[in-house]
């Protein structure tokens, strides 16, 4: 076992193999062990369903068998992050979008065909959906920047554009899906645009902590759990994001440097969302711990 000296990435490594599904196993392994592609493509073929969409709780806060946008979103940030978003397998999930979509032509976040099944409480099962940005938005984002081309796109880009020119007050997950289309929309100075004007929404808005130690000075947005609150590096990911223009040097490095020291004891990173539901956090925690990792050594922080 990796003891208290041991460095951030042994500590995680630990926490992996004692507590995730077989998928976020394979993911740490590819992305910090030197495993394989192909094992992480084979451990995310056990959530697709016939329908070419992606089901059985790939998004834990959605639990039963049935294709949801939200899990196959997830599904090609997977794909994405080893570099296997092409081919017939996206052309798959691209005809399980277009079927699913909502008039507008773009996402909802959650189909009708999940009532019957567990599922968050802050998630609503409504019977017509509306198509949402928060949904369509990094799904869009993401087959753009890898140079994916399907009819699906042409509506959904635009309706994208549209709710992303509309957005006057907003949340820290909408404007993360914001980001996440912009970052791959292939008008890149419209995009460097847009960016701009929602960099001055979230400082006006104050939907960053951009001083961790003061962190109880800044609001909850509605319907989050207490201290959901997002920071730099929750829109910056990576520093080629058009959000990181939008934070100093200092600030960005400040909320590095509360994302480091947020590993907890156990060697993994602590969920921030209402947990509703003992699995459903258990699940939930090495996805965040692998995002926290890939945030860190992105921004070049040394995790082990």
């Known amino acids: 076992m990796a003891g208290t000296g041991a460095s951030p990435l042994k500590r995680a490594e630990q926490f992996i193999w004692l507590t995730a599904r077989v998928l976020e196993q394979r993911r740490f392994a590819h992305h910090f062990l030197g495993g394989s592609a192909d094992s992480?493509?084979?451990a995310l073929?056990?959530?697709l369903n016939e329908d070419g969409g992606y089901g059985h709780a790939l998004e834990p806060d959605l639990r039963g068998p049935v294709s949801q946008p939200l899990h196959t979103a997830h599904?090609?940030?997977?794909?994405d992050s080893i570099g296997r978003c092409s081919g017939p397998r996206v052309e798959r999930i691209c005809r399980f979008l277009t079927d699913v979509s909502a008039k507008e032509?773009?996402?909802p976040a959650l189909l009708p065909s999940q009532r019957g099944y567990p599922a968050?409480?802050?998630i609503p099962i409504v019977d017509d959906p509306a198509a949402q940005l928060l949904a369509t938005g990094p799904v869009v984002g993401l087959l753009h920047r890898n140079a994916v081309w399907h009819a699906w796109l042409f509506r959904a880009t635009d309706f994208c554009w549209a709710a992303v020119d509309a957005l006057e007050k907003s949340h820290p997950y909408e404007i993360e899906a914001a980001v996440a289309f912009l970052d791959g929309a292939p008008d890149r100075a419209r995009a460097e645009a847009a960016a701009d004007r929602l960099g001055r929404l979230v400082r006006e808005q104050r939907l960053a902590v951009l001083d961790p130690e003061r962190r109880a000075e800044y609001p909850v947005a509605a319907g989050y759990a207490p201290g959901e609150q997002h920071f730099p590096y929750d829109y910056a990911r990576t520093p080629e994001s058009l959000s990181r223009s939008w934070f100093t040097d200092e600030e960005l490095e400040r909320s590095l440097d509360h994302l480091a020291a947020e590993q907890q004891a156990d060697g993994g990173w602590p969920?921030?969302?209402?947990?509703?539901?003992?699995g459903t956090a258990l699940e939930g925690r090495p996805l965040v711990t692998l995002k926290a990792l890939?945030?860190?050594r992105a921004h070049g922080r040394s995790v082990g």
């Open 294 to 296: 890939l945030t860190l």
């Open 40 to 42: 992480v493509e084979t």
């Open 45 to 47: 073929a056990a959530y």
């Open 271 to 278: 969920v921030n969302w209402r947990q509703w539901a003992p």
């Open 120 to 122: 968050a409480p802050f």
């Open 105 to 107: 032509g773009a996402l």
């Open 75 to 79: 599904a090609l940030s997977v794909l």
